[in-house]
């Protein structure tokens, strides 16, 4: 950001600020909500493709229908019951356990170990997963008021630096490499805010204007809902949609939390 102005990214600084002190109330719920719609979206296509979905994994990998349709159910109770305790924020580690073994059997089950995009996406829903976890330790914290916890205090850091470099991975499968003004604009502008975000430069800054741009990314090239249901693409669509979404997600909790311990922002503070 040194071609821009001090001033300016001062007072650009003032207003995220103030977003977040005016939306405190609602953004912690409203940043949960969009990290976890994807679980929620998949678990509840679980439930309403239910035969679909098992003949799919049959005739995958020739399992049979009843191991099929156990995958199907472990998907739909994992997905909608991590959900569920993450929105109540009980057991949130469990959940996340949860929702972290479902990304992992998903790679697994539908061979996106192999598929280079998909992977990426994979690897940000983890780093979501664990902002929520880093959340989490922030929520109990302020419950033990007075209580010295080092030792959490540390792991929760390494939790929001480790969430914070995954995210970029989605990021990179927005990347578009094609010789047009506005794609190239995209391209650059929104690769020096997640460099910004991943360094843990004026991170909470960074990460406000990504929600911005990633939410109009996504209503404009993920508009399922103009799709007929009887075409394909509305799935693969849809997919991408909660998929980014709950990127954004993350990305909230990093506008609302800040970037932890480990960061260039915090260490500014002890020069």
Not at 34 to 55: A, K, V
Not at 96 to 119: E, K, N, P, R
Not at 186 to 201: A, K, N, R, S
Request: hydrophobic share 50%; net charge neutral.
């Amino acid at each position: 950001m040194a071609f821009i102005p001090k001033n300016y990214i001062d007072k650009a600084e003032d207003i995220s600020e103030l977003v977040v002190k005016n939306c405190n109330a609602y953004l912690p719920t409203a940043s949960r909500l969009c990290l976890i719609s994807t679980f929620i979206e998949d678990g509840l296509r679980m439930y309403f493709q239910w035969s679909e979905q098992s003949r799919y994994m049959d005739m995958s990998w020739n399992c049979g229908m009843f191991l099929a349709t156990v995958f199907v159910l472990i998907n739909l109770v994992g997905q909608l019951g991590g959900c569920i305790l993450i929105l109540l924020q009980k057991h949130v580690r469990i959940a996340c356990g949860i929702l972290f073994f479902i990304v992992v059997l998903q790679t697994v089950a539908y061979s996106i170990l192999w598929d280079f995009h998909f992977l990426l996406r994979n690897f940000a829903l983890i780093g979501a997963l664990l902002l929520v976890l880093a959340d989490s330790e922030v929520e109990s914290k302020s419950l033990l008021a007075g209580i010295p916890s080092l030792g959490e205090n540390k792991q929760k850091n390494y939790m929001q630096l480790t969430g914070r470099c995954l995210i970029a991975f989605m990021f990179i499968t927005l990347l578009k490499f094609e010789i047009s003004f506005f794609q190239l604009v995209q391209d650059f502008l929104g690769t020096i805010m997640m460099v910004l975000v991943f360094i843990g430069y004026k991170t909470k800054l960074s990460a406000l204007v990504l929600v911005l741009f990633l939410t109009s990314l996504n209503f404009y090239y993920n508009a399922w809902w103009t799709i007929p249901e009887t075409k394909p693409l509305r799935d693969f669509l849809k997919y991408d949609f909660f998929q980014t979404l709950s990127v954004i997600g993350g990305l909230l909790m990093i506008v609302l939390r800040g970037p932890g311990g480990v960061s260039m922002d915090e260490h500014k503070k002890n020069w």
